[in-house]
């Protein structure tokens, strides 16, 4: 037992020992972080569908805001200033199968919502 105990520690010893330990040195052409550049700037400037689910002045459009963020906490809501009138809006889905079974949903507590599709861009 003497000999197997003796002979476990040696390989643990011998194992810790000669264990590798090396450096990883990754060279990266300048382009990819021009290319991540240009990508990160085309996720910000793309359009995504949306649901409006109210309009009013400003203090209904709050209420509405704030009745849409207890019905529906996962959907992002904002007020849009469109003149004369303030819009409530929800959501960004860039697929249009998802905005419309969100909208959906939504549109059995709101019925007056509206799905608006992405602007085209000038660019």
């Not at 105990?5 to 052409?29: P, R």
């Not at 021009?34 to 949306?50: F, G």
């Not at 309009?55 to 209420?63: E, K, L, P």
């Amino acid at each position: 037992m003497k000999i197997l105990s003796s002979i476990a520690l040696f390989a643990c010893f011998t194992n810790f020992g000669y264990s590798q330990s090396a450096k990883v040195n990754i060279q990266q052409d300048q382009k990819i972080d021009q290319l991540l550049e240009i990508y990160k700037s085309s996720l910000s400037n793309n359009e995504y569908y949306r649901i409006q689910v109210g309009f009013g002045d400003y203090v209904t459009a709050q209420n509405i805001k704030a009745n849409v963020e207890v019905d529906f906490p996962d959907l992002l809501s904002k007020i849009d200033f469109d003149s004369p009138t303030y819009r409530v809006r929800v959501g960004k889905f860039t697929s249009k199968l998802d905005a419309e079974r969100k909208f959906n949903e939504v549109r059995i507590k709101y019925p007056d919502a509206m799905l608006l599709k992405p602007k085209k861009s000038t660019k």
